[in-house]
């Protein structure tokens, strides 16, 4: 069972900084690409970041490009969130998930034509006004 980690969520105020990890327990990362989805309560969960197997590939929901920065250390078998400039609306639970693609630089950030199949557990992110 690929089993995700995640850790580094937590209140900060409008303005401030997080960072998210997300381990990869138990298999390595190399042969997936990695999304960062996020779901606020009472709505859907919508894609955030991806990042492709090579790391060539990225991609940014709109409403964070600019502020939000996606990474994978390979030696640490970890892909990260770095989110800047939080706002109010950023407030959500994230999720990491893992997706086998053949293309070794594509990654999709829409979970509609996706293969995310192992999430992590989640990680609440609250941002204060």
């Known amino acids: 069972q690929l089993q995700l980690v995640q850790s580094g969520g937590g209140l900060v105020q409008s303005g401030g900084s997080l960072r998210l990890s997300c381990v990869a327990a138990r298999f390595t990362f190399d042969f997936f690409a990695v999304g960062w989805f996020r779901q606020a309560p009472g709505k859907e969960r919508e894609g955030v970041s991806c990042i492709s197997r090579s790391s060539k590939g990225t991609k940014y929901a709109e409403s964070v490009k600019g502020r939000f920065t996606t990474s994978r250390d390979y030696a640490k078998n970890t892909v990260y969130l770095q989110m800047n400039s939080l706002k109010p609306e950023d407030t959500a639970v994230y999720y990491c998930?893992?997706?086998?693609?053949?293309?070794?630089?594509?990654?999709?950030?829409?979970?509609?034509?996706?293969?995310?199949?192992?999430w992590g557990q989640g990680a609440q992110v609250t941002v204060s006004s």
């Open positions: 998930a893992v997706d086998r693609t053949s293309d070794p630089d594509f990654c999709a950030i829409s979970l509609r034509d996706s293969g995310y199949e192992y």
